[in-house]
């Protein structure tokens, strides 16, 4: 009864404010401010359903003094909360630190979303509780954006509201405790040995407060994508050496993501017995830091040891170096990207969590970042442990329109890793594990799995996933000269790829269909060049197949004769996206790069082979291909080939499209991520289309 009316207490000083347009109410009256955050509201979905996007809007455009002085006072209010080393606070002022975050979690991206309205907490506007705020600050004459900031980032260190308070009878008592302490990260891991348990409050008080850090960096969301590489002072302020809470924040986030366990005790539908209050921290701990590390990345990749970092959660993260750290993340990071994948004979009896797509940019952040946690992974075959759920994602979401963006992030993390050397031998390892997967039954290995997954993309997966492909191949040549025996089954799709991608039709379509051909072409040589002797099944394919090379090797160059495939097959819908309309092919274009296609390897290798095979089997009147497959096995082509080519590694290189897509991506996920209570479904975004239902 009493909760519900300080509901209607609330509600109805909501009314009060939005209804006097005309009227500015004066800042000194805090019996009338005080309603909005003195425990009249008890959790942040009440806010959002007694506070409408309607009336903040009316707020914001017929009465903007009203609109300005709640948020301040809600700043105000944030600043004066009692933190400090001699005392926790109180539940009254906790609740009311809460109500705050929350109302300025309601209110903050209606600031964002008037281009008017964005540099508010940044300008330095004479009126009175701007100086009252100041007075009562320590930030001096600083802008409201960074009072808040700097008040946040010591909320998420306060003792008894967001980390556990020192026993005041133990040897660390509260006269000696300090918020500044490297020794309050939240948990385990990095950086910090100790373990403590944690209140379920506590957790959530983490929770609200980093949903709005989290809000204060969404401005981005409000510009276009051709503007969304301007400067984002929030994250620019928040990762700078403003924020002396930065390393014991970086581990925390951190740590509280590599050390959370979704089964608990392992007891078979335990998560239906009991709520499980640190998986909301997680996943918001997930994209902050997925947020932060994005920030000035182009900056990062240039920036030299001597140089000053310009975002310190990207420099601490580059810093670690120690194996037990790497040995923590990488373990936690399996453990997770893995849940999903967990077969049980009991039905939906393991808590599966959903913030896997954070981990994946995590992940490529981090061997992006640090490159001795790039070597770590790859050091051992713990990297295949990471393979199998991103080969798993990308099969299962290959058709969801959705989720393009995670097939983009998987196939660029496969880039990435491809670029080194240990990643194709390690791929060589048998593929025991059976996960569920839409693919052809087949004896392997992690390479052959790697392949299948990958021709059932190109050959199954949604229309809008074409621009992949050079990327999907790129990740075959790259490990090409390392793999020693593919089965059967994938050297089939292989070629079944080059037979696609090499007819007329195709070839002429555009003027970048070709690289594809010349992809698998020199997949194809590399095998043939370094890995020969346990390839039999390749080579057998590619006798087999033979004809393909010769169509390939008499490509006819003439206009006339080029024109015709392309108009055979052109009514076909789903070959039209490899076309472009306004494309028509020359003899000369052609010539260009039809001399360049590197079949000497091939064609040499099928001279050799091809009479050998057609006399035995006319020999031994052999009809078994396993028998051929024998007789290749026991081959050798030493002498017989060309010079080895140098091996040519292609790694992922970032530029600003990239950039752009990816920031695009990252805030879209945080947007559908954050829809109860529904953080900026209400408001006018930019950066990508929203649908209305």
């Not at 705050?100 to 506007?125: I, M, Q, Y």
């Not at 060589?428 to 390479?447: C, E, Q, S, W």
């Not at 472009?580 to 040499?604: D, G």
């Not at 990816?662 to 990508?688: D, H, Q, S």
Request: charged share 20%; glycine share 4%.
């Amino acid at each position: 009864m009493g909760n519900s009316e300080s509901k209607v207490g609330f509600r109805r000083a909501i009314l009060n404010l939005t209804g006097r347009t005309n009227q500015t109410i004066d800042t000194s009256d805090d019996a009338f401010w005080d309603q909005f955050w003195s425990g009249t509201v008890n959790n942040i979905n009440d806010i959002f359903a007694l506070v409408t996007a309607h009336e903040i809007h009316t707020l914001r455009e017929e009465s903007p003094a009203n609109f300005m002085t709640l948020i301040y006072k809600a700043v105000e209010k944030l600043d004066s909360s009692v933190i400090g080393s001699s005392a926790s606070m109180s539940l009254s002022e906790q609740t009311v630190v809460l109500n705050c975050v929350r109302l300025l979690t309601r209110l903050v991206p209606f600031v964002f979303e008037s281009e008017e309205w964005r540099a508010f907490f940044w300008s330095k506007n004479s009126i009175d509780i701007e100086d009252s705020l100041h007075d009562e600050s320590s930030c001096g004459n600083a802008p409201l954006a960074q009072i808040l900031l700097k008040k946040l980032s010591d909320l998420l260190f306060c003792p008894d509201f967001t980390i556990v308070a020192p026993n005041p009878t133990g040897p660390d008592t509260l006269e000696d405790f300090s918020i500044e302490s490297i020794q309050h990260i939240w948990e385990k891991g990095v950086g910090f040995a100790y373990s403590r348990k944690t209140p379920p409050q506590i957790d959530s008080n983490r929770t609200e407060i980093l949903k709005l850090v989290l809000t204060c960096f969404s401005e981005t969301m409000y510009y276009s994508p051709s503007d969304s590489s301007q400067p984002n002072l929030w994250l620019s302020f928040f990762t700078s050496n403003e924020n002396k809470h930065a390393l014991p924040l970086f581990t925390s986030l951190l740590n509280v993501i590599c050390a959370y366990d979704p089964q608990g005790y392992g007891l078979p539908y335990q998560h239906v017995m009991f709520s499980d209050h640190r998986e909301q921290l997680v996943e918001v701990c997930a994209q902050v830091l997925m947020v932060i590390l994005d920030h000035e990345s182009a900056s990062m990749q240039n920036a030299d040891e001597k140089s000053v970092p310009t975002n310190y959660f990207t420099y601490f993260l580059s810093r670690i170096h120690r194996e037990e750290d790497f040995h923590f993340i990488l373990s936690g990071l399996i453990k997770l990207l893995n849940n999903p994948l967990m077969q049980t004979y009991l039905p939906n009896s393991c808590k599966k969590i959903g913030f896997h797509e954070e981990l994946l940019v995590l992940f490529w952040k981090m061997c992006d970042y640090n490159k001795k946690f790039l070597f770590y992974v790859l050091k051992t075959s713990d990297v295949l442990d990471i393979l199998v759920p991103i080969l798993y994602y990308l099969t299962e979401c290959r058709n969801d329109p959705g989720k393009v963006g995670l097939m983009h992030v998987g196939v660029f993390i496969l880039l990435l890793l491809s670029g080194e050397r240990n990643f194709g031998v390690r791929l060589n390892k048998l593929y025991l594990t059976r996960v569920p997967m839409d693919l052809p039954i087949f004896t392997g290995n992690h390479a052959d799995l790697l392949t299948l997954v990958f021709h059932k993309i190109i050959t199954c997966g949604h229309l809008r996933l074409q621009p992949l492909f050079d990327c999907i191949l790129t990740i075959i040549v790259n490990i090409s000269p390392y793999l020693k025996q593919m089965c059967m089954v994938s050297a089939s799709k292989l070629m079944h790829l080059l037979e696609a991608f090499s007819t007329p039709w195709f070839l002429f379509a555009n003027q970048t269909n070709y690289h594809l051909a010349f992809f698998l072409l020199e997949i194809f040589n590399n095998i043939i060049q370094y890995q020969f002797d346990g390839n039999a099944h390749l080579m057998y394919s590619i006798i087999r197949k033979r004809h393909v090379f010769h169509q390939l090797s008499n490509l006819p160059e003439d206009p006339s004769t080029v024109s015709k495939p392309s108009r055979k097959r052109s009514e076909d819908a789903e070959q039209q996206m490899f076309s472009s309309e306004e494309w028509t092919p020359s003899k000369e274009w052609v010539a260009s790069w039809r001399k360049k296609l590197p079949l000497q390897t091939i064609m040499r290798l099928l001279q050799v082979l091809v009479p050998q095979v057609e006399k035995i089997c006319i020999d031994k009147n052999l009809t078994d291909e396993s028998e051929i497959i024998t007789f290749l096995q026991n081959g050798t082509l030493v002498g017989l080939l060309p010079v080895p080519h140098p091996i040519l590694m292609r790694k992922y290189q970032p530029n600003a499209a990239t950039s752009v897509w990816f920031r695009r991506y990252m805030w879209g996920l945080v947007f559908l991520r954050n829809t109860a209570p529904p953080i900026w479904c209400e408001t006018n975004i930019k950066l990508f289309e929203v649908q209305k239902m």
